[in-house]
């Protein structure tokens, strides 16, 4: 980690583990004091968007890399996910119909809609080969 306002945290081969990225943004935020509703938010994003990619990603042989980049400016958090797997843009992916039945409706979703609705912007690129999913929250104090 470097200084409050910026961190970076790099998961690499088989034994990337979500709780290690998740011991990392808690120590971020705590630095940053960040308010503890907004740091459970971003918990819950970052176990999502990290478990998903390492669990689901299709890494074709290749070792699997992800790498969060964390910073606070003009009032905001801004969350940079990186990955190096297939080309996969989570922002595509259909809201889960929650007007339904939970037997009625077709599984998965539900964590790419909270962590849309935990975010105020999102953005996908696929850039230089990698997933780049950009997240972004307001901070209120």
Known sequence: MSDARTAVLR?????ARVGDALDAVRSFAGEARLPPELIQDVLVVVDE??????????????????EIRLAIQDGALELRFSDNASPFDPLSVADPALDRPVEARQ?????????????????????DG????????????
Not at 107 to 127: C, M, P, W
Not at 130 to 141: A, D, G, K, P, Q
Request: glycine share 10%; net charge positive.
């Open 130 to 141: 990698r997933n780049v999913l950009i997240l972004r929250r307001s901070i209120t104090l």
């Open 11 to 15: 998961l690499q081969g088989d034994d």
């Open 49 to 66: 968007v990290v478990a998903n990619a390492l669990r689901h990603g299709c890494f074709q042989g290749r070792e699997p890399e992800v």
């Open 107 to 127: 599984s998965g979703g539900l964590g790419l809609f909270l962590v849309r609705s935990l975010t105020d912007a999102q953005r996908y690129a696929r850039e």
